[in-house]
C-alpha cells in the first residue's frame, strides 16, 4: 500500500492543520490509510486536524532526538520528564516524552507505521529510542481516537512513518553544540535498501549522543536561584554539623533545653583563639546560624543537562507473495545509555526516620564523646553533613525491542474494493539502574560507632576490651569535612543500588476495510477488527534497596499484568457531492469495545463530519469519547520514597497561612505555631514561594487496585480556506475541547498539603503527620487516584503560503499557533477549578513561523518561536511581584514574566555529487531563558527545556 504525502490540498507544507497524502501526480491514485481512520480512500480531505512533518523540515529543526522535535510543536506543553530534572529517579529518566495539550505524556498514543509502540510500566512512551534518520514523516493528529486505536489517545495520536524502501543508500553525519562549547550534540546513521516489485529490504544503522550540561558554566544557572538570589536556596554543607540527641531521640537546638546547634569551622576562627578545623576539639565549632558562609551551593555539583547515547538497528522487508498477498516485517533494537550526576547526599542522622544514625558518645570523633569530656560524661550526637566526596551517579541502560509482522490481501466484492491484514506486533522495553554515592545506613552506624586509637596509632572500630577487627569496619571522622575523609571511610559507608525495570506488549490484530456500496456521493467505507493485547510491566529494586537502610530512596517492587480483548468497527458514509452549497459533505461513525481483565469493560465511540459548502471553504468537526486504562504501575505500583519539594501552606512568610486567618487556624490547630517557618535542608527558613525539598522522605507512588478508566470526551470544530484566486495559501482554524473525567494522577506533596490545610480536606489531613517539636511535616504519603476532572480548551491556527515562482527563487511561508484558552482542574465534582492557562508551562499562546526560501542548488530557512507571557511564583510579596493580588494555583500573588521570542536560521547547498550540507544556529540572538520558580530544573531556576545560548550545527548527507 501506497503512503506517499503530498503538500498540496488543504494545509500542504508539514505545519498545516491537515494533511493529504496521494501517489505522485504522474500515477493513478490509491486508496491510503490516513491517520485516525482504518478506511482507506481516494478523497483525503480529513475530519480530524492533523499536522505532518516531513523529513527535511525534522532535519532543518537542528535538533537530533524525536522527543525534542515533536516537544517544540506549538501543542506542546512541558514534557512529564525533562532531561533537566536530574532527580528524576524512575524508570522513565533519561527518556523523551511529549505531553500534548499539556495533558501528560500518558495520555498520548504513539504509533510507528499505525501499531503501538512501547510503552513503560507507568504507561509512557519514550520517544528518543526511534532515531530520526529513519523517519520518513511524522503525523500528528490532535484529536481523540480511542474508537479507533483504544486505550491512551485522549490527548491525540502520534503516528511516526518510517521509511518503506530505498534504492541505494545514504550517510548522514551531523554535530552541534551551544555558544559555550557544551551540550555537544552528534548524530550518525547509515541506511541502505534494494527491491523490486516482488520484494524489498531496507536496513539502517544509527547513534545518537546528547551532551552534558553543568550548572556551573553559566552564571543564570550556577545558582539555584538565578543571579539575584545567590545565597538563597543554599543547602547543607560539607562541614559537621551538630547538636546533642535529645530525650526523644531526634535533634535538640534548644539552649534552654540543653542543647546547642554548632558546625565546625571552616572559613575562620570562630572561637577567637585560632582554633581551626580539628573536629575532636569542642572548641573548633562555631554557632550555626544559617549565615551564606555556612551553607554550601550544592547546585554547582549537578547536572543540568543530562547526557545520553542511543544506538539503533532498524529492518525492513516486504515480499509480495501468491494470490496477492503481501508479507510485511520490521524489527527494530535500539539501546539507550543514560547517565545524571547531582550532588552528594544531604546525611544527618535522621535521613532514614525508620533507621536513625547517631554519632556514638563513645566513638573516637565525638567532640563531645567520652574519649574528650571525660568518662561518663559524653554524649551521642545529632549530625548534618553533605557527602560531597560523592557525588551521586545513575547510570541507565534502556533496551528497546520491536517486532511486527503483517500478512495482507486485496480483493474485490461486486468491483468494489477491499482490503484485509493479519499482524502481530511485539514490543518489549527492559533496562537497567545502577547507581553510586548513597550511604549505606548498617555501615554508618558501624562506622560512627565505638572507635578508638590503637598501639599502633590507627583508628579502630570497637573498644579496647572490644576491638572489631581491621579491615571490617572503617571509623569515619564524618565531621571533620572533606579534608579528613579517607578513600577507605568513603568506600566502606558507600553502597551501590541496582534496580531492574521492563515491560511487554503483544498485540494481535485483524482488520477488514472495503466499500459495502455505491452511493451517489461515493461509496460507503466500513471498517471492522479485532484486537487482543497483553501488558505486562515491572519495576524490582534490589533487596537492600528495598530495606530502607540506605539513603537511597527505598521502593517496593512492581510486577503486574493485564490483558484486553477488543472490537472495533468504522463507517464512512458520503452524502452529497458537487452539490450546490454542497461540494461535498460526508460523516463519519466508529466504535469499539474493550474487555479489560483487570477493571471491566468500556465502550468509546465518535462521530466527525466534513462539509465543503464550495470548493474553497471546508467545515469539519467531531464528537469524540475516549478513555485511558489504568497502567500496571497505577494498579500494581510498589511505591517508593521521595524527597518532594514542596512549598507548606502553613509557612507565616510564603505560604498561604501568612495571609489567610482561616488557614493560619488549621495550621495552629495542626500542630504549628504563629511563627512557623518552614526550613531547607540546611536548617534554615526557606526564602522564596518555590519552596523546598523536604527535610525526611515521603511515601510516594502505591498502587491502587481500584482504580478506574479515565473517560473523555473531546470536541473539535474547524474550518480551512483555500481561496482559489491565492494559488498555494490555505488557511486553517480549528477550536477543540477535551473533557477528563475519573482522572488518574499521581498527588504531589504539595496538593496532599494545600487541600489539607487551603481546602481543609479532612481525608488530606489524615496522611500528614508534623513534628511536635519544630511543627515540621515529618510524614506524608501520597499515591494515585481517581481524583477527579480535568478540562482544556483552546484554538489551533495554521497558515501555510507557497509563492509562485520568481527570479529570486520559491518562497514559502508556514505559521503554526495554538492558543489555550483554559487548563483547569478540580478534585472533585463539586470543588472549584483550578485555572493553569496563562500560568508557566501553560502557555496562552505558543507559535512557530518560519520563511523557507530555494534556488537552484541552495536553500535557507528563518524561524521564529514565541512564547506568550506567563505568571510565575513571586519571590517575595514585595519583591519580584508585579502582581500581588492575583489568585493562581500555586497561591495568591504571581510575578508575571513577559513573552519570549526565538529565532532560528539555516542555510543549505546541495553538491553535485548527491550530497547535501546544512549548516544552521538555533536562538541567534542569544536569549536567555527566564528565571522561574515553577520550574522542572532540578539544580537551577530557568527553564532548560529551551535554549540556553545560541546552537551551532552542521549537518551532511551523502546519498549513493
Known sequence: MSRSI????????????????????????????????????????????????????????????????????????????????????????????????????????????????TQTAAGYTDLSTIPSAMIERME??????????????????????????????????????????????????????????????????????????????????ATTYGPAHPFDGLGGGPWGRITPVSASGGSNTSAANGGFN???????????????????????????????????????????????????????????????????TTAMYSQRQSTRTIAGYPLQSTSQAAFPVYISKDSYYNPFGNQVAGAGLGQDLFFARRTIEMPRVTDNENRTLHLDAALEGDFTVRDLAWNWSVS??????????????????????????????????????????????????????????????????????????????????????????????QLPAGALGLAVGIEHREVQGYDIPDQFSQSGYSTNLSGQATIGKYSVREAYAELNIPVLKNKPFAELLSFNLATRHSDYSNFGVTNNSKASFMW???KDVLFRGTWAEGFRAPTVDDVSGGGSQSFDTFLDPCDTRFGEASRNATVQARC???????????????????????????????????????????????????LVYSPSFVPGFTVGLDWYNIAIKNRITAI??????????????????????????????????????????????????????????????????????????????????????????????????????????????????????????????????????????????????????????????SVGYKTSWNGRILVGVNNVFNKEPRIVYNTQASASSVDADMPLDRFFYVRYNQSF
Request: charged content about 15%; hydrophobic content about 35%.
Open 6 to 117: 503530498r503538500t498540496i490540498c488543504l494545509g500542504g507544507m508539514a505545519l498545516g492543520m491537515t494533511a493529504a497524502y496521494a501517489q505522485e501526480a504522474s500515477a493513478p491514485l490509491q486508496r491510503v490509510e490516513v491517520t485516525g481512520s482504518r478506511i482507506r480512500q481516494v478523497d483525503l480531505e480529513t475530519a480530524q486536524p492533523i499536522q505532518v512533518m516531513s523529513q527535511e523540515q525534522i532535519q532543518k529543526t537542528g535538533l537530533v532526538t524525536v522527543g525534542d522535535i515533536l516537544n517544540n510543536l506549538s501543542s506542546a506543553g512541558a514534557p512529564d520528564f525533562s532531561r533537566s530534572g536530574s532527580l528524576t529517579s524512575n524508570a522513565e529518566a533519561g527518556g523523551q516524552y511529549v505531553s500534548l495539550r499539556n495533558l501528560g505524556a500518558n495520555r498520548l498514543l504513539v504509533l510507528v507505521d499505525g501499531k503501538r509502540w
Open 140 to 221: 500528528i493528529l490532535k484529536d481523540g481516537a480511542s474508537s479507533i486505536y483504544g486505550s491512551d489517545a485522549i490527548a491525540g495520536v502520534i503516528n511516526i512513518i518510517l521509511k518503506k524502501n530505498m534504492e541505494g543508500g545514504q550517510l548522514s553525519l551531523y554535530t552541534g553544540m551551544n555558544q559555550e562549547k557544551d551540550g555537544k550534540n552528534k548524530d550518525f546513521s547509515l541506511s541502505y535498501g534494494a527491491g523490486s516489485d516482488k520484494a524489498s529490504l531496507m536496513f539502517g544503522l544509527s547513534h545518537t549522543e546528547q551532551g552534558i550540561v553543568r550548572t556551573g558554566t553559566r552564571a543564570i544557572t
Open 262 to 328: 554548632r558546625i565546625l569551622n571552616h572559613t575562620g576562627t570562630y572561637d577567637g583563639v585560632g582554633v581551626g578545623q580539628d573536629s575532636r576539639n569542642p572548641n573548633s565549632y562555631h554557632a550555626f546560624t544559617g549565615a551564606p558562609e555556612d551553607r554550601y551551593n550544592s547546585s554547582q555539583d549537578m547536572d543540568l543537562l543530562s547526557p545520553n547515547k542511543l544506538d539503533t538497528l532498524f529492518v525492513k522487508g516486504e515480499i509480495a507473495l501468491p494470490r496477492d498477498l503481501r508479507l510485511k
Open 424 to 517: 502481530y506486533n511485539h514490543n518489549k522495553v527492559s533496562g537497567t539502574q545502577q547507581d553510586t554515592g548513597n550511604i549505606n545506613l548498617l555501615t554508618l552506624k558501624n562506622a560512627l560507632g565505638p572507635s578508638f586509637r590503637n598501639a599502633s596509632g590507627v583508628i579502630q572500630c570497637g573498644t579496647p576490651a572490644a576491638p572489631i577487627a581491621l579491615g571490617s569496619c572503617t571509623p569515619f571522622d564524618i565531621l571533620g569535612g572533606p579534608s579528613a575523609s579517607t578513600p577507605q571511610a568513603l568506600a566502606y559507608v558507600n553502597t551501590m543500588g541496582t534496580k531492574t525495570y521492563g515491560s511487554t506488549i503483544n498485540n494481535a490484530n485483524a482488520d477488514l476495510a472495503g466499500e459495502l456500496f
Open 612 to 614: 465543503k459548502p464550495v
Open 668 to 718: 495552629v490547630a495542626a500542630g504549628t505555631n504563629a511563627t512557623y517557618r518552614q526550613l531547607q535542608q540546611a536548617g534554615t527558613p526557606i526564602t522564596s514561594t518555590g519552596g523546598t525539598q523536604g527535610l525526611v522522605a515521603f511515601n510516594s507512588g502505591a498502587g491502587n487496585q481500584f482504580l478506574t478508566p479515565e473517560t473523555a470526551v473531546t470536541k473539535t470544530a474547524g
Open 748 to 905: 504531589g506533596a504539595g496538593y496532599v498539603a494545600n487541600q489539607c490545610y487551603i481546602e481543609g480536606s479532612p481525608n488530606f489531613c489524615s496522611v500528614i503527620r508534623r513534628d511536635p517539636i519544630t511543627g515540621q511535616i515529618n510524614q506524608l504519603s501520597r499515591g494515585n487516584a481517581n481524583l477527579g476532572e480535568m478540562e482544556t480548551e483552546g484554538l489551533d491556527l495554521a497558515l501555510n503560503y507557497r509563492l509562485p515562482r520568481t527570479a529570486y527563487g520559491q518562497f514559502s511561508l508556514r505559521s503554526e499557533t495554538s492558543y489555550t484558552d483554559s487548563f483547569r482542574t478540580r478534585g472533585t465534582a463539586d470543588s472549584e477549578w483550578n485555572e493553569y492557562a496563562g500560568e508557566y508551562f501553560y502557555n496562552r499562546v505558543k507559535s512557530n513561523n518560519s520563511v523557507d526560501w530555494s534556488m537552484g542548488n541552495w536553500s535557507a530557512n528563518w524561524g521564529f518561536r514565541y512564547y506568550s507571557p506567563v505568571k510565575d511564583s513571586c519571590w517575595d510579596t514585595d519583591i519580584e511581584c508585579n502582581m500581588p493580588t492575583a489568585d493562581t494555583t500555586f497561591g495568591t500573588g504571581a510575578n508575571k514574566l513577559g513573552s519570549v521570542t526565538i529565532h532560528d536560521m
